[in-house]
């Protein structure tokens, strides 16, 4: 069974940096799609960011140029580095993933069947 596990969040002030970490199991390594979602009280869940095993990558406005996302295939690892993080960054953080995928990578939530727990991101003014 596949598990994600996230890691790495915390509260830190504006203008810092987080590195989050998504670790999974159960499953042998192979073609993915694999991206970052946050949802902030009362709002709607939203892909910040998405990467593919061959480099396809898309970011949202709201994060290009702050956060880069990045993946480790044989060791089932994702990264989210996020700089110059902003208080509207406060929300809590997903990875998702989806095996098997040959295309350009997705932020929407359709494709994604594994999904981890969840770290809170909380930034400051």
């Known amino acids: 069974q596949v598990h994600l596990v996230e890691s790495g969040g915390g509260s830190v002030q504006a203008g810092g940096s987080l590195r989050l970490s998504c670790v999974g199991s159960?499953?042998?390594?192979?073609?993915?799609?694999m991206a970052w979602f946050r949802q902030a009280p009362g709002k709607e869940r939203e892909g910040v960011a998405c990467?593919?095993?061959?480099?396809?990558?898309s970011y949202a406005d709201s994060v290009k140029g702050r956060f880069t996302a990045s993946g480790d295939n044989a060791r089932k690892t994702f990264y989210l580095q996020m700089n110059s993080l902003k208080p509207e960054d406060t929300a809590m953080y997903y990875c998702?993933?989806?095996?098997?995928?040959?295309?350009?990578?997705?932020?929407?939530?359709?494709?994604?069947?594994?999904w981890g727990q969840g770290t809170q991101v909380t930034v400051s003014s």
């Open positions: 990467i593919t095993d061959y480099g396809s990558a």
């Open positions: 998702a993933l989806v095996l098997g995928w040959d295309a350009t990578c997705s932020r929407s939530e359709d494709p994604y069947n594994y």
């Open positions: 159960g499953y042998t390594p192979t073609t993915y799609s």
